[in-house]
C-alpha cells in the first residue's frame, strides 16, 4: 500500500509540470497535481514507517534493470522530507515564479522532474534504477540552476555543479558495477561477512566517500554547493538543500548497511570529515554576504553535523559499544528530519524576503520585520532551530550527538579507542556558538534595524500562497521540538534499517520524554513572559532610538554584517582568508575611500581552480602535436601501426 | 517542598550578590559604597517608571527581557541547589543547561539589533564572538566532570562527595579555575567587560541594553542578576559537598555563592579591562585549561 502511494506520489510530481510547459493558465493545475503529489507521497511514506516493509516491481527493458522500489522503514524515513518539501516548494513556487515570468514552465517542469527522481532515488531497490534516478536529478538540478543564464554567476554555478556532480556519478557507476561484482545481484542486498576487510570491500567504501561525500557537500567537496544553491531559484533551492543532498546521505547510509563490519579507519575518516565541515561550514557560512550562499554554506555545515553522527555509529559499532552506535544513528537520522524541515523553512522565507526588496545582499536590506511580519516570524522560528537552541527540533538531535559523545568517556574504562567520539563535544559546541553568531547577524541585518536601501523599505508581504508554503515546516519544527518522544518509534524503525546488526533501541520515548517535558516548559514560560510584556509596555510612548543622544540617527550608522562578523572572521583568518579591497587616499585633503572585502572559497578559488590551470599549463605541451599538418598525422598513423604490428609479432 | 526552597533562594537572593560585589569593590577602594541592597531599590525605581520604545523596534525588543529573566530561573531548577537532586533532573540535563543560556543570548543581542544603533551593534559583534570562544571551557569542565561522576546529570555531576576530590583533586581545581573565567566572560565583568562604565569602546552588554528603559530594564537588571546567581551556584556546587539536609545545603549554597562575590569583587578591584584583541586569548586559554583537566581524568 505504501509503495503504490509512493508511485503515484513520484508520478504526480513528475507529470505536474507538463501542463505548465504546454500552456500559461495551466499554472493552477501544476500546483495542484504537485501539492497532490506531494501529500500521496508522505502518506505513503508515514504508512511506510508505521506499518512495514512493502515493494513493488514492474519489468523494465533495460538489460538488468527493473522498475523495482521497497518502501522500507530507512526508505521511508527519507521520502517524508522529500514529499513534503515539493509539496511545500510547489505551493511557494505558484506565486514565487508566476505564470508571467520567464521560463515559468521550464522552472515548474524540472522542479516536479527532480522531485519525484528524488523520491524514487530514496526507494530504489535495483541499483540501475537507483542510478538513473540520480542522474535524472543531477541533470534537473542543473537546468534549475541555470534558470537566469542571462548572468554569468548562474552559468558558472551551474557548470561547477554538473561537473563535480558527474565526478560523483562516475564514482557511483563504479559502486554499481562493484556491487553486482560482489553480490551478482543488480539490488542493494547484504554482503557477504568480511566485505569490510577485503580490498573489494575497501574500494567500495572509498568511492562511497566520494561519491556520496559530493552529493552531500561534505568538505573538501562541498565546492559546488554555496553557487548552486545561492544562483536557483528559492524553492528550488530549499528542496536542493534540504533533500537533494540527503541523496548522498542516504547512499551512504544503505551502503553502510549492507556491510555487517565496517573498518574503523572509515568511520574515523567519517567523524573528521564531519567535524570539519561543520566547523569551517559554520566559519564561511558567517563571512557571508549573500542571504542565499550564507544559508548554503548552513548545509554544509549541517551536513558535517550529520556524518559526524554516522561517524559516531560506525566507529562505535567497530569498537562493541552498541548503546552509543544507536545514539549516533539516531541523532543522524532526525538530523536528516531537522535540516531538511528548518533549512527549507528559511529559504521559503529568505526568498520571500529577497523577493521583496530585490536584492540577495544582507547589507542592502533591513527592517523588513516591519513591513513583513509573518517572514520575519518564519526566518526567526527556522534560526532558532538550526541554532539548535531549545524548544525547538535542532536541540533535539545535537542533543543526541551530545549524550552519544558524553556516553563515550562515561562508559569507556581506560580510555579506549572510541575515546576519539569526545571530540564530537567541544566541535559541536563550538558549531552550535558560531551558528547562533550567525543567524544573530543574518537576522538582525535583514529583517531588524532599519532599512538600508530604497527597495527594502518599500517591501511588503508576500502573498498568502506564499506564506502557507511554510507553515507545514514550522510545524513540523514546532513538533519534532516540542513532542520528541512521539517521534521516538518511528526513528527507532528508521535506526534498525539503518543498522540491521545492532539491537533494536527501545529506549527513545523513554530518553526524549524528559526533553519534550523541558521543551513545553520551556516554550510556554517564555511564550507566556513575552505576551506578559507586551501587554504590560502596550500603550509605552515611543520615540526615536536613544543611540547615547544622536539626533539623527540614519540607517548608514547602523552596524553592517561584515562588521558583526568580523570577529569571527578574524578568528578563522587562517581558513578564510578574505579577499580585502581598502584603497586608502593619500592626499592633504580629505577625498573619497572606499572598503570592500569578500570570503572567497578557499577549496575552489584558491587550491582547486589554480591547480587545474596549472594541470592545464602542463596538458598544453600536447599542442606541439595538434599542428594541422595532414602528413604529419598520416606519419603518425603510420608509427603507430608499425609499432602494435611489431609489438603483436613479438 | 525543596523545589519551592530553591526558587525562593535563586528568586529572593540575587541581587542581593550585585550589592555584595560592589561592596567589597568599594572597601578595597577605602570607600564606604552603596547599601547591601541596593539593587532591590534600583529594581523598585525602575519597576515605577514609564517605558519609552524607539520607533525603529519591533517585538523581538522585549522578547529580549522576558527570555533574560525566565532562562536564569529556568536553568537553577536544573542545579541541585538544596538537596542532592535538582528539581528538573534527568539524563543529558547538562546540555539542556548550557543551551538555555544560548537561547537567551540568541534573544538578547536579537533585541539589540532590533534598536537599528550603531552602539547595540557593536555589543553584538563583540558578545557573539566572545561567546563562541566560551562555549567549549564549560562542555571541557561538563566532560571531565561526568568522567569523574559517571553520570550524565548535573545532579549526580556536581553532588561531589569526598572521594571525588580524593580522587580527581588537580581536575576539579582546573575545572573551578576555567569556569570561574568563564562566569567573569558570560556575565560582563572585568577584565572582559567593565559593569560600571559607560564608554561605548569599552562595553559589551551594558551597551546592548542601552535603549531599554522602566520594567523592561529592570527585567533586565534582574536577569544579569539572575545568571550571576546561576553561574555562580554552578561553580559552588563543583566545590562543595552536599549534606542531604534542604536548609543546610541551601544556606551553604548561598554563603558559598557570595563569597564567590567577594572574590569578584576582589578580581574587579585588582585588575583593569582587558584589551579586546586579549580576551580571544583568555578565552582560549580557559578551554586550554578545562581540556588539560579531561586529560587528567582520562588517564
Not at chain 1, 526524549?512 to 516548559?521: F, H, K, T
Not at chain 1, 578564510?576 to 572598503?595: C, E, G, N, Q
Request: hydrophobic content about 55%; glycine content about 8%.
Amino acid at each position: 500500500m505504501s509503495a503504490i502511494l509512493v508511485i503515484v506520489g513520484v508520478a504526480l510530481c513528475m507529470a505536474s509540470g507538463l501542463p505548465s510547459l504546454v500552456t500559461r493558465r495551466a499554472s493552477v493545475v501544476t500546483t495542484v497535481l504537485i501539492v497532490a503529489g506531494g501529500v500521496t507521497g508522505l502518506i505513503g511514506a508515514v504508512l511506510g514507517l508505521t506499518w512495514g516493509t512493502a515493494g513493488l516491481s514492474l519489468p523494465w527493458h533495460i538489460p538488468g534493470g527493473a522498475l523495482a522500489i521497497r518502501v522500507d522503514a530507512l526508505s521511508a524515513f527519507f521520502l517524508a522530507p522529500v514529499f513534503l518539501l515539493a509539496g511545500a516548494g510547489g505551493l511557494y513556487a505558484d506565486r514565487y515564479w508566476p505564470a508571467a515570468r520567464m521560463r515559468a514552465g521550464y522552472v515548474r517542469a524540472f522542479f516536479g522532474l527532480m522531485a519525484g527522481a528524488l523520491a524514487l532515488v530514496m526507494c530504489a531497490a535495483n541499483t540501475i534504477l537507483f542510478l538513473a534516478a540520480w542522474e535524472v536529478v543531477a541533470v534537473s538540478s542543473f537546468f534549475l540552476i541555470a534558470t537566469e543564464h542571462e548572468q554569468a554567476e548562474s552559468r558558472s554555478a551551474a557548470w561547477i555543479y554538473i561537473t563535480a556532480s558527474h565526478v560523483a556519478t562516475l564514482a557511483l557507476f563504479a559502486i554499481v558495477v562493484l556491487l553486482h561484482g560482489v553480490t551478482h545481484t543488480w539490488a542493494f542486498v547484504p554482503l557477504a561477512a568480511g566485505t569490510g576487510a577485503i580490498p573489494v570491500g575497501q574500494a567500495l567504501l572509498c568511492l562511497a566517500f566520494i561519491a556520496f561525500g559530493i552529493k552531500a557537500g561534505l568538505m573538501p567537496f562541498h565546492i559546488w554547493l554555496p553557487g548552486a544553491h545561492a544562483a536557483a531559484p528559492s524553492h528550488v533551492s530549499a528542496v536542493m538543500s534540504g533533500v537533494g543532498i540527503k541523496m548522498g546521505v542516504y547512499g551512504l547510509v544503505r551502503l553502510l548497511s549492507l556491510f555487517d563490519a565496517v573498518p574503523s579507519a572509515f568511520g574515523t575518516t567519517l567523524l573528521l570529515a564531519g567535524i570539519a565541515s561543520s566547523i569551517l561550514g559554520v566559519a564561511f557560512a558567517i563571512a557571508q554576504h549573500d542571504l542565499k550562499r550564507l544559508l548554503a554554506y548552513h548545509s554544509i555545515e549541517n551536513i558535517g553535523i550529520i556524518v559526524t553522527g554516522l561517524g559516531i555509529g560506525v566507529v562505535a559499532q567497530t569498537h562493541g559499544q552498541p548503546l552509543l552506535a544507536v545514539l549516533g544513528y539516531a541523532g543522524a537520522l532526525l538530523h536528516v528530519w531537522n535540516h531538511g524541515l528548518f533549512k527549507a523553512l528559511l529559504f521559503l522565507s529568505a526568498g520571500a524576503a529577497i523577493h521583496s526588496a530585490h536584492t540577495r545582499e544582507i547589507d542592502r536590506m533591513g527592517g523588513l520585520a516591519r513591513r513583513m511580519p509573518w517572514t520575519a516570524a518564519a526566518f526567526l522560528i527556522g534560526a532558532v532551530a538550526i541554532t539548535g537552541l531549545p524548544p525547538l527540533n535542532g536541540f533535539v538531535s545535537e542533543w543526541l550527538l551530545y549524550v552519544a559523545g558524553f556516553t563515550s568517556i562515561t562508559g569507556s574504562p581506560h580510555g579506549g579507542p572510541a575515546l576519539i567520539l569526545v571530540l564530537v563535544v567541544p566541535a559541536l559546541a563550538l558549531t552550535g556558538a558560531l551558528a547562533l553568531a550567525c543567524f544573530v547577524k543574518a537576522f538582525g541585518t535583514v529583517f531588524l534595524g532599519a532599512p538600508r536601501s530604497e527597495a527594502a523599505s518599500d517591501a511588503s508581504e508576500v502573498p498568502a500562497t506564499m506564506r502557507a508554503a511554510t507553515v507545514p515546516l514550522i510545524l513540523g519544527c514546532a513538533a519534532i521540538g516540542l513532542l520528541p518522544a512521539l517521534f521516538g518509534p518511528l526513528l527507532s524503525r528508521a535506526v534498525h534499517a539503518a543498522a540491521p546488526r545492532l539491537p533494536m533501541p527501545a529506549t527513545f520515548t523513554a530518553l526524549l520524554q524528559p526533553i519534550q517535558d523541558s521543551a513545553l516548559v520551556i516554550a510556554g514560560i517564555a511564550i507566556a513572559a513575552v505576551l506578559t510584556l507586551l501587554a504590560v509596555t502596550r500603550r509605552a510612548a515611543t520615540a526615536l532610538t536613544w543611540d547615547c543622544g544622536y539626533a539623527e540617527p540614519t540607517s548608514r550608522m547602523q552596524y553592517t554584517a561584515s562588521s558583526t562578523a568580523r570577529g569571527v572572521v578574524g578568528l578563522f583568518g587562517w581558513a578564510m582568508r578574505p579577499v580585502i579591497h581598502a584603497p586608502r587616499p593619500f592626499t592633504l585633503f580629505p577625498s573619497a575611500a572606499a572598503f570592500e572585502s569578500h570570503v572567497p572559497d578557499t577549496v575552489l578559488d584558491r587550491a582547486l581552480l589554480p591547480a587545474l590551470r596549472g594541470a592545464r599549463w602542463v596538458l598544453g605541451f600536447a599542442r606541439y602535436f595538434q599542428h594541422g599538418r595532414m602528413q604529419l598525422y598520416l606519419l603518425y598513423l603510420g608509427v603507430t601501426l608499425v609499432a602494435l604490428l611489431a609489438w603483436s609479432a613479438r | 517542598m525543596t523545589a519551592v526552597l530553591q526558587l525562593l533562594l535563586v528568586v529572593l537572593t540575587a541581587p542581593l550578590l550585585l550589592g555584595v560585589i560592589t561592596r567589597t569593590k568599594a572597601i578595597v577602594a577605602g570607600r564606604r559604597g552603596q547599601p547591601l541592597l541596593q539593587a532591590y531599590y534600583d529594581l523598585g525605581k525602575l519597576l515605577r517608571k514609564e517605558t519609552v520604545l524607539s520607533s525603529t523596534t519591533t517585538w523581538v525588543f522585549l522578547a529580549g527581557p522576558a527570555v533574560a529573566v525566565v532562562v536564569p530561573l529556568l536553568a537553577s531548577l536544573l542545579l541541585p541547589l538544596a538537596g542532592p537532586r535538582a528539581p528538573l533532573a534527568f539524563t543529558g540535563d547538562l546540555i539542556l543547561f548550557v543551551y538555555l543560556f544560548a537561547l537567551s543570548r540568541f534573544f538578547t543581542t536579537a533585541a539589540a539589533l532590533d534598536t537599528g544603533s550603531a552602539f547595540e551593534g557593536m555589543g553584538v559583534a563583540r558578545e557573539i564572538t566572545f561567546a563562541a570562544l566560551a562555549e567549549p571551557a564549560l562542555f571541557f569542565g561538563l566532560l571531565a566532570l561526568a568522567r569523574i561522576s559517571g553520570s550524565l546529570s548535573l545532579s549526580q555531576l556536581l553532588t561531589v562527595d569526598g572521594t571525588s576530590w580524593h580522587k580527581a583533586s588537580a581536575a576539579l581545581v582546573l575545572i573551578i579555575a576555567s569556569w570561574f573565567i568563564v562566569l567573569l566572560a558570560e556575565n560582563s565583568r572585568v577584565p572582559f567587560d567593565d559593569p560600571n562604565t559607560h564608554l561605548e569602546l569599552t562595553m559589551i552588554h551594558e551597551v546592548m541594553v542601552l535603549d531599554h528603559s522602566g520594567p523592561a530594564f529592570g527585567l533586565i537588571l534582574y536577569g544579569s542578576a539572575l545568571k550571576l546567581f546561576v553561574f555562580s551556584a554552578l561553580i559552588a556546587d563543583v566545590a562543595l559537598p552536599r549534606t542531604g539536609n534542604p536548609l543546610i545545603d541551601a544556606a551553604a549554597t548561598l554563603g558559598a555563592v557570595l563569597v564567590i562575590g567577594v572574590v569578584i569583587g576582589l578580581v574587579e578591584s585588582s585588575m583593569a579591562r582587558l584589551r579586546l584583541v586579549r580576551v580571544p586569548q583568555l578565552l582560549i586559554a580557559a578551554s586550554l585549561v578545562a581540556g588539560f583537566a579531561v586529560v587528567l581524568v582520562l588517564r
